[in-house]
């Protein structure tokens, strides 16, 4: 398996524009976990799904975050609108049960 | 306050030397501990993930250890090689998957 992958690597965008991360998970994982990680507040769960669903978004900092699995092989994290403030490295990670969980290699965002 | 703490914040030890890092939590209840391992500009990879029942769980050269009842783990590197150049991450769940992070320790190994 080629692992969990994400796209962009980077993405650099301004203030105001709609920016949409994607993961594709572990083929058979049944987790997936969104996270932020920034230099002043480390890595931050944003949210995760259970076989599709979302079972925790509590870690959303607010309604300009939205996040979808609409099938097991895929998932987006949307910001709208993106501010500047949401400049960090957001990571994909998936797991089996609560076996070992698998990070993908993360999106660098950069809203100027 | 952080319900996860991890010292020292950073570190710097020579190539071959042991070291040992802490993380002590006052999450509860205890589901699982976990440490990482992320170098610069990398996803973190997982290192040992360690339930109520476990005091030591080794990988390769890593080690961790839990003390479930003083709610303190450790992370020991025996003969350290500058690839554990990096930041180690100690988490806690409780709760399904309800996880606290702590700030991680840098780690650099010198020649």
């Known amino acids: 398996d080629a692992g969990v992958i994400q796209s962009p690597r980077h993405e650099v965008t301004e203030m105001g524009q709609e920016v949409t991360l994607r993961c594709k998970p572990i083929?058979?994982?049944?987790?997936l976990f969104w996270y932020r990680q920034t230099m002043m507040r480390g890595l931050e769960l944003l949210i995760y799904?259970?076989?599709?669903?979302?079972?925790?978004d509590s870690g959303m900092p607010e309604d300009r975050f939205s996040a979808k699995m609409p099938n097991a092989s895929f998932s987006t994290l949307k910001i709208q609108p993106s501010e500047p403030r949401d400049s960090a490295v957001y990571f994909c990670?998936?797991?089996?049960?609560?076996?070992?969980?698998?990070f993908g290699p993360g999106t660098r965002l950069t809203v100027l | 306050k952080n319900q996860v703490e991890q010292s020292p914040q950073s570190l710097i030890i020579l190539e071959g030397k042991n070291c040992t890092l802490q993380?002590?939590?006052?999450?509860?209840?205890?589901?699982?501990l976990r440490w990482y391992k992320q170098d610069t500009g990398r996803g973190p990879v997982s290192l040992t993930i360690?339930?109520?029942?476990?005091n030591t769980k080794s990988n390769g050269r890593y080690t961790a250890t839990l003390d479930a009842d003083t709610k303190q783990s450790s992370l020991h590197i025996t003969a350290s090689q500058l690839s554990d150049s990096a930041s180690y991450i100690c988490?806690?769940?409780?709760?399904?998957?309800?996880?606290?992070f702590g700030a991680g320790t840098r780690l650099t190994v010198k020649p």
């Open positions: 799904f259970n076989n599709n669903v979302p079972i925790d």
């Open positions: 360690m339930t109520f029942s476990e």
């Open positions: 993380c002590n939590y006052t999450v509860s209840p205890f589901s699982n």
């Open positions: 988490v806690v769940s409780h709760g399904g998957e309800d996880m606290r």
């Open positions: 990670a998936s797991q089996l049960g609560w076996d070992t969980q698998y």
């Open positions: 083929s058979g994982h049944d987790y």
